[in-house]
T-cell receptor, first 113, second 113 residues
Framework: EAQVTQNPRYLITVTGKKLTVTCSQN?????MSWYRQDPGLGLRQIYY???????DKGDVPEGYKVSRKEKRNFPLILESPSPNQTSLYFC????????????FGDGTRLSIL | KQEVTQIPAALSVPEGENLVLNCSFT??????LQWFRQDPGKGLTSLLL?????REQTSGRLNASLDKSSGRSTLYIAASQPGDSATYLC????????????FGGGTRVLVKP
């Protein structure tokens, strides 16, 4: 089954403790991206990757890092999390060629205390 | 800067009634428009994707239209069912920035039995 898998699904942690949210897709998609969803602000793009070793900033990249060492994985790294990064995070991927729909994971709810 | 608006923010209808969900965007230079469904605690499920050159797309009881010149899209759901209760999001993409999606705030739909 084609899917985008995020882990963990839920995490409560404290300010400053580094964390990584993993994202993996099994569709051999080149394009992957991360979004955060906040009440009243909707979904906003954090980072995206067009292919292995190619990443770029989205609209709200501050405080986040990403890496794309393999095509299937696109982890989101919070080096020093802060309470304003408490949010619902989604990873997405998309196939190549003519307009393709983006496929989303089930989300990761992060709470930074 | 592209802005996407969805009105109303919430909608409640009796089962069997047709649903009409509206989406407007400020910049008509879009690459495509996508409608998603989001269930509580779940990710986004892609419903329909309309390329900028198309006027509409259909899938079962769902029909989405696109009027790029006026910056509007409408999602019609025929003969609504309680299982259609969810939040519906529209998103537009531009060719730059890796086809980044800009989302509307969503319309929360409740279909009452």
């Amino acid at each position: 089954e084609a899917q985008v898998t995020q882990n963990p699904r839920y995490l409560i942690t404290v300010t400053g403790k580094k964390l990584t949210v993993t994202c993996s897709q099994n569709m051999n998609h080149e394009y992957m991206s991360w979004y955060r969803q906040d009440p009243g602000l909707g979904l906003r793009q954090i980072y995206y990757s067009m292919n292995v070793e190619v990443t770029d900033k989205g609209d709200v990249p501050e405080g986040y890092k990403v890496s794309r060492k393999e095509k299937r994985n696109f982890p989101l790294i919070l080096e020093s999390p802060s309470p304003n990064q408490t949010s619902l995070y989604f990873c997405a991927s998309r196939g190549p060629g003519s307009p393709q729909p983006q496929h989303f994971g089930d989300g990761t709810r992060l709470s930074i205390l | 800067k592209q802005e996407v608006t969805q009105i109303p923010a919430a909608l409640s209808v009796p089962e069997g009634e047709n649903l009409v969900l509206n989406c407007s965007f400020t910049d008509s230079a879009i690459y495509n428009l996508q409608w998603f469904r989001q269930d509580p605690g779940k990710g986004l499920t892609s419903l329909l994707l309309i390329q900028s050159s198309q006027r509409e797309q259909t899938s079962g009881r769902l029909n989405a239209s696109l009027d790029k010149s006026s910056g509007r899209s409408t999602l019609y759901i025929a003969a609504s069912q309680p299982g259609d209760s969810a939040t519906y999001l529209c998103a537009v993409s531009i060719k730059a920035a890796g086809n980044k999606l800009t989302f509307g705030g969503g319309t929360r739909v409740l279909v009452k039995p």
